[in-house]
């Protein structure tokens, strides 16, 4: 199974820009790139996905390389809700698992 | 919306005990799965599901049973708990293709003494 490494933790201030990475370099051409974020005491809840173009909703925009051996999540403003673990998960073309790694704690201060 | 809803939310055993994790989804999704969160740690997927009668096995799936006979239940079942049971446990279902968002129950949170 394709691995992603994601920083433990990082910190933003509010309204400001926050850049999430992810690194997957064993990524196959099948292998969707999802984000995930889990906020305090709930269940992951979906953010975004993509596959090889740039993809915008109205959570955050995800920026994927060329080579789709990385991504980032950006989200455009923090606010406080956005404090919470992201995940950064591959996802093969069909019926295949979704495997968590340990995620990035996000902290937005004031 | 129910979405994905387990039951129950808190649940405590002893030692030894049985139980079942409740897990039902109203989307008609095909693919369910289960995984359990540690403090302070990532999921870890336990058991899956890609239809009923399809199951297969996760990251950690000794001491849990699955069986999935419609395709809206996906039950988990601890046969003797043991301490090292004491998690959150989530359910998730999805369409199975891999461009799909997957949705997660509200999770429950069992202790085993």
């Known amino acids: 199974d394709a691995k992603t490494t994601q920083p433990n933790s990082m910190e933003s201030n509010e309204e400001e820009p926050v850049h999430l990475p992810c690194n997957h370099s064993?990524?196959?051409?099948?292998?969707?790139i999802h984000w995930y974020r889990q906020l305090p005491s709930q269940g992951p809840e979906y953010v975004i996905h993509g596959l090889t173009s740039n993809v915008n909703n109205r959570m955050a925009s995800l920026a994927i390389a060329e080579d789709r051996k990385s991504s980032t999540l950006i989200l455009h403003r923090a606010t406080l809700r956005d404090a919470a673990v992201y995940y950064c998960i591959l996802r093969r073309g069909h019926n295949n698992d979704m495997r968590f790694g340990a995620g990035t704690r996000l902290t937005v201060k004031p | 919306n129910a979405g994905v809803t387990q039951t129950p939310k808190f649940q405590v055993l002893k030692t030894g005990q049985s139980m079942t994790l409740q897990c039902a989804q109203d989307?008609?999704?095909?693919?369910m799965s289960w995984y359990r969160q540690d403090p302070g740690m990532g999921l870890r997927l336990i058991h899956y599901?890609?239809?009923?009668?399809?199951?297969d096995q996760g990251e950690v799936p000794n001491g849990y049973n699955v069986s999935r006979s419609t395709t809206e239940d996906f039950p988990l079942r601890l046969l003797s708990a043991a301490p090292s049971q004491t998690s959150v446990y989530f359910c998730?279902?999805?369409?199975?293709?891999?461009?799909?968002?997957?949705?997660f129950g509200q999770g429950t949170r069992l202790t085993v003494v």
């Open positions: 064993t990524i196959s051409g099948t292998d969707y």
């Open positions: 989307m008609n999704h095909e693919y």
């Open positions: 998730a279902s999805s369409s199975p293709e891999g461009n799909t968002e997957a949705f």
């Open positions: 599901s890609v239809g009923a009668g399809i199951t």
